[in-house]
């Protein structure tokens, strides 16, 4: 075997070897709205994805009391992700959730990883950010990335 074909041979082993739990369960860009729940009814082995929303909140997280919260500029906004979990262990989910402008430039968004509790029928979990009053005015699309793999 030429050397080059004995890479190519290795490289598609170890491609095809990735585990399906490393697949991102949800790639999906739908129109930017705020307080509007987005469906995503995706089952990812013994988990389920119903839907995950944007909240206009007040008070905001950590991040807003550190920085001052809601003034004039900013505003917190909460990332809500409804799941249910059917396994008898946890599992995990990691979140891009970014919104951008017209042009198709991000303008800010939420990055968490949070743990999906075993045996639960119905739950939420997300977190706050505080983001740029001018940016949410701007924001034309929501680009939703969501992966879910046992923790």
């Known amino acids: 075997m030429r050397p080059t074909s004995w890479m ?19 790639d999906k860009t739908v129109p ?19 839907r995950i929303r944007l909240e206009r909140t007040g008070g905001g997280g950590l991040k807003a009391r550190v920085t ?5 500029y900013r505003m917190p906004v909460k990332v809500e992700l409804e799941y249910s979990n059917i396994s ?8 891009r959730v970014s919104w951008v402008d017209e042009s ?13 509790d075993e045996k639960k029928d119905f739950d939420r979990t997300g977190g706050t950010v505080t983001t740029l009053r001018y ?7 929501l680009r939703l990335l969501i992966n879910v793999k046992p923790d």
Do not use: C, M
């Open 88 to 95: 008898s262990t946890d599992w995990k989910a990691v979140f």
């Open 68 to 72: 001052g919260g809601e003034d004039e």
């Open 135 to 141: 940016g949410i005015g701007r924001a034309r699309k």
């Open 104 to 116: 198709g430039e991000t303008i800010d968004g939420y990055n968490g990883s949070h743990q999906l």
């Open 32 to 50: 930017f709205e705020l307080d509007k729940w987005y469906e995503l009814n995706v089952k990812e082995g013994p988990i389920t994805l119903h």
């Open 8 to 26: 190519v041979t290795l490289l598609a082993a170890t491609v095809l070897a990735v585990p399906a739990s490393a697949q991102t369960s949800v």
